[in-house]
C-alpha cells in the first residue's frame, strides 16, 4: 500500500520561511528575503494547492517561490517535461522556472518547490479597468491574446486554466501566460489531468476530457470575445462584469445553458457586428465536446460604427450643434498696429495735456481765496488732465483692437468652463447609470436563478407525486414477474427430481455394494423397504438411555424414519455416502433438465400474461399522462424563463443605449470643449501680440516720446 504523503500547510511554510538561510537548500534564496505583510510575517497569496511567495536575493534579484499543500501525482515528471518542452520555445509569454524536490525544509522534511521567475506586470482585469475606453489598447491586447494562443495550438500544448488570473500584462502591453501546474505537453500524453480549470472559463465538456492539446481551445474563444467586445463598448464591462468577480464578460451559468442566459443574449443581440458573431459562435461551440472545437482564428480588424465609439477622432463642433453655435475658422493673429502710426492723436493728445496743465497753474495762481482752496483747484486740474488722457488712449486704434480680443477671451473662457461643467456632469450621470446597470444585471440575474429554483422544486414536487402513482403497478408487475420465475423454477425442480429419482431407482442395492453390507443387511433392508437410493433420503441418530449408544434411523422418501436390525452407524455412514455419490451421478447427467418444455413453458406464461398486460395497460395509460403533463409543465416553465430573460434583455439593451447615448454627448462635450480651448489658447497668442498696448506706455508716449518715427 503506498503510504499517503502529507504536505505542509500554508501556515506552516509561512513559519519556515521566517528564517530562509535554513530552510531552503538552494543557495542563492539561503540569501533570500521575502516579502511581509503587516505583521512583519512572510506574506503568502495562497492557491488551490500552493502558497506562493516573493522573494529577494542579496543580489536584487526576485523570485516567485511556489510551496505546495497538497500531492500531485508525478509532479516532479510533469514538470520536468514542461520544462524542457518550453525550453526549445522561443515565444515571449513564456517565464522561466525551476522545480526543486527537496527544495525547502518544513519541520525537519525536506518538500518541493518551484522556483519562478519575478514578471513586473498587473493582473487582466485590473489592467481592462485602467484602460477601458482605449479602443486601441484593448484591441490590441485581443491581437496578443490571440497570438499566444496559436503558439500554443501550434506547438501541441495546452495551459490547462487560461484564465485572468494567469495572465499578466506587463508595462509595455505584452502578455506574460504564468502557473503551469495543470500544463500539456506532448510527453505527458496518456496521463490524467490535475485540475479542471477555473469553472467561469471551461466548456461544460471540459469534465469529461482528460490531459490533451484541445483543453484550452473553448477558453481561447471566451478571452478573446471579452476581449474584443470590451475594446469596442466600455460599457459592457460596466453591465456584464460583477465588480471583484472572478470572471470577464461571461460566467459558468452563461455558458452552462446559453438560452436563459441575459449576458450571452447581451452579447448576441449587440449593435456590432463583430461582436454579436463571435457571441453566437462561443455559445455554438459551449455545446460541442473540446475536440470538436477548432482553433481560434482572430478577426483582422473590426469594423466599429461610428455612434459605438466614445472618443471619435473627428474635429470641430458636432452635428447636432450645428447652427446653435456660433463656429469661428481660426486665423493668423493680426499685426499689431505700432503706435508711432497715430501721431496726430499723440499730437492732440500732448497739446490737451499741456493747455489744461497751462490752464490748472494759472487757476492756482489767480486764487485768492485760503491755501485749501488752491489744493482742490490743483487736484482737479490734474484729474482733468489724467481724464482727458484716459479719453483720448480710448479712442488708440491698438487698444480698441486689444480690448475686442480681451472680450472674446474672456467669452471664450466662460464657454470653456461651461463645457468642462456640462461633460463632468454628464460623467457623473453615466456612471451612476452603469451602476443602476449592474445592480441592474445582479437583480436580473437573481430573479432567473430564483425562478429556476422554484421551477426545479415544483418538477420535483411533481415527479414525487406522479412517481407514487405509478409504482404500485410497477411492484404489481415485479410480485407477477417474481410468482411466475418460482412457479418456473418449481416445475423444473419437479422435473429434475423426478429424473433423479427415476436414475437412482434403477441402481438395486445388492450384497458388497457397499462395503461392510453383506447379504443379512441387504435383506433386513429389503425388509424396511429400501432397496434403491431412491427409497431414503438420509440417516440420522436418536439419543438412546443412560449409558446407551445412539440408535441409528434411516429417513425413507415418505419422511418416516425406520431403525433397520444390523445396520449400525458405521454401515449407515456408508449407506448414506453410497446414496450421495449416485445422487451427485444423477446430477452430472446429460439428460438432466435444464430447462422446461415449451408446452409447460407456455402453459405458465400464459397463467400471468393476461393479468400483466392488463396492469401494464393501466401502468402506461398512467405514464403518458404523466409524461403528457410534464411536458406541459416544462413548456410553461420554458415560458417562464423566456419571458423573464426578454424582459431583462430589454432592459440592459435600453440601459445600454442610454449610456451609449451619454457617452456620445460626452464625446462631443469633449469635442466642443477641445475647439474652445484651442479658441482660447489663439486669443491668448493675440493677447500676446498686443501686450505692449498699454494706458501707462501710452502716458509715456504721450509726456516723454516723440511724435516722429
Given amino acids: 500500500m503506498t503510504a499517503v504523503i502529507r504536505f505542509p500547510s500554508g501556515g506552516e511554510y509561512v513559519d519556515a520561511l521566517q528564517n530562509p538561510h535554513l530552510c531552503f537548500r538552494d543557495p542563492e534564496l539561503q540569501t533570500a528575503h521575502p516579502q511581509t505583510d503587516s505583521l512583519g510575517r512572510p506574506k503568502a497569496i495562497s492557491g488551490n494547492f500552493a502558497s506562493v511567495f516573493s522573494v529577494t536575493t542579496a543580489t536584487g534579484k526576485k523570485y516567485a517561490i511556489k510551496c505546495f499543500t497538497r500531492n500531485i501525482p508525478d509532479q516532479e515528471k510533469r514538470y520536468r517535461a514542461v520544462s524542457d518542452h518550453l525550453r526549445a520555445l522561443p515565444h515571449h509569454w513564456k517565464i522561466g522556472f525551476d522545480y526543486q524536490s527537496t527544495g525547502i525544509m518544513v519541520a525537519g522534511r525536506w518538500h518541493p518547490l518551484l522556483r519562478m521567475e519575478w514578471v513586473e506586470a498587473v493582473g487582466l482585469i485590473r489592467w481592462i479597468e485602467e484602460h477601458l475606453g482605449d479602443h486601441a489598447a484593448l484591441f490590441t491586447l485581443a491581437r496578443r491574446f490571440a497570438e499566444l494562443a496559436n503558439d500554443l495550438a501550434r506547438a501541441g500544448i495546452a495551459h490547462g486554466d487560461l484564465q485572468h488570473g494567469n495572465l499578466l500584462v506587463t508595462p509595455d502591453g505584452s502578455l506574460k501566460l504564468v502557473d503551469y501546474d495543470g500544463m500539456y505537453v506532448p510527453a505527458l500524453m496518456g496521463m490524467t489531468a490535475t485540475e479542471q480549470g477555473h469553472r467561469h472559463y471551461q466548456s461544460p465538456s471540459r469534465v469529461h476530457a482528460g490531459l490533451g492539446p484541445d483543453l484550452d481551445r473553448f477558453s481561447n474563444w471566451l478571452i478573446y470575445l471579452s476581449l474584443v467586445a470590451i ?59 473540446l475536440s470538436a472545437i477548432p482553433d481560434l482564428v482572430p478577426l483582422p480588424e473590426i469594423f466599429v460604427p461610428a455612434s459605438s465609439k466614445h472618443a471619435p477622432a473627428q474635429t470641430g463642433l458636432p452635428k447636432w450643434m450645428a447652427g446653435h453655435v456660433t463656429q469661428e475658422t481660426p486665423s493668423s493673429p493680426p499685426v499689431p498696429l505700432p503706435l508711432g502710426d497715430h501721431r496726430q492723436l499723440v499730437r492732440l493728445a500732448r497739446l490737451t495735456m499741456l493747455g489744461l496743465g497751462i490752464t490748472t497753474t494759472l487757476s492756482v495762481v489767480m486764487v485768492t481765496a485760503t491755501g485749501l482752496a488752491a489744493s482742490m483747484t490743483a487736484v482737479l486740474g490734474f484729474a482733468l488732465v489724467l481724464l482727458s488722457s484716459r479719453i483720448l488712449y480710448a479712442f488708440l486704434p491698438a487698444h480698441r483692437v486689444r480690448k475686442a480680443i480681451a472680450d472674446r477671451h474672456q467669452q471664450a473662457h466662460r464657454r470653456t468652463k461651461l463645457a468642462a461643467k456640462e461633460t463632468a ?60 420465475k418460482g412457479e418456473i423454477n418449481e416445475a423444473l425442480a419437479l422435473l429434475q427430481q423426478k429424473y433423479v429419482d427415476d436414475y437412482l431407482k434403477r441402481l438395486v442395492l445388492g450384497a458388497g455394494h457397499i462395503t461392510g453390507i453383506g447379504e443379512g443387511s441387504v435383506a433386513s433392508l429389503r425388509a424396511h423397504g429400501i432397496t434403491t437410493p431412491a427409497d431414503f433420503t438420509d440417516v440420522v441418530y436418536t439419543a438412546g438411555g443412560y449409558g446407551q449408544r445412539p440408535e441409528v434411523r434411516i429417513v425413507l422418501t415418505n419422511g418416516r424414519s425406520v431403525h433397520v436390525h444390523g445396520v449400525g452407524e458405521t454401515r449407515a455412514v456408508a449407506l448414506r455416502e453410497w446414496r450421495n455419490a449416485h445422487l451427485a451421478r444423477a446430477l452430472r447427467q446429460p439428460g438432466l433438465p435444464t430447462a422446461l418444455p415449451q408446452s409447460m413453458l407456455q402453459q405458465i406464461e400464459a397463467k400471468y400474461a393476461a393479468e400483466r398486460q392488463r396492469v401494464e395497460a393501466q401502468r402506461d395509460a398512467i405514464r403518458r399522462d404523466r409524461a403528457s403533463r410534464r411536458f406541459a409543465l416544462t413548456q410553461k416553465q420554458a415560458q417562464e424563463i423566456k419571458q423573464l430573460t426578454d424582459k431583462h434583455d430589454l432592459r440592459v439593451q435600453s440601459a445600454t443605449l442610454v449610456v451609449q447615448d451619454i457617452n456620445r454627448r460626452i464625446s462631443e462635450e469633449r469635442v466642443r470643449n477641445q475647439a474652445l480651448i484651442r479658441e482660447e489658447h489663439d486669443l491668448i497668442k493675440e493677447l500676446q501680440a498686443y501686450r505692449h498696448v498699454s494706458y501707462g506706455r501710452f502716458l509715456r508716449k504721450v509726456l516723454l516720446g516723440t511724435v516722429s518715427e
Fill in 231 to 289: 475594446s469596442v463598448d466600455a460599457t459592457l464591462w460596466h453591465t456584464l462584469h460583477e465588480p471583484g468577480g472572478e470572471h470577464l464578460l461571461l460566467m459558468e451559468a452563461d455558458f452552462a445553458d446559453v438560452s436563459t442566459s441575459t449576458r450571452m443574449a447581451t452579447l448576441i443581440r449587440h449593435h456590432v457586428a463583430d461582436v454579436s458573431r463571435l457571441a453566437a459562435q462561443v455559445a455554438d461551440l459551449s455545446t460541442r465536446p
Fill in 425 to 484: 456632469n454628464l460623467e457623473k450621470e453615466r456612471d451612476r447609470c452603469q451602476m443602476d446597470n449592474v445592480r441592474q444585471t445582479q437583480a436580473s440575474s437573481k430573479e432567473v436563478q430564483d425562478l429556476r429554483q422554484r421551477q426545479r422544486y415544483e418538477l420535483d414536487a411533481f415527479d414525487r407525486t406522479t412517481t407514487e402513482g405509478v409504482s404500485p403497478f410497477d411492484a404489481r408487475i415485479l410480485s407477477m414477474s417474481s410468482k411466475k
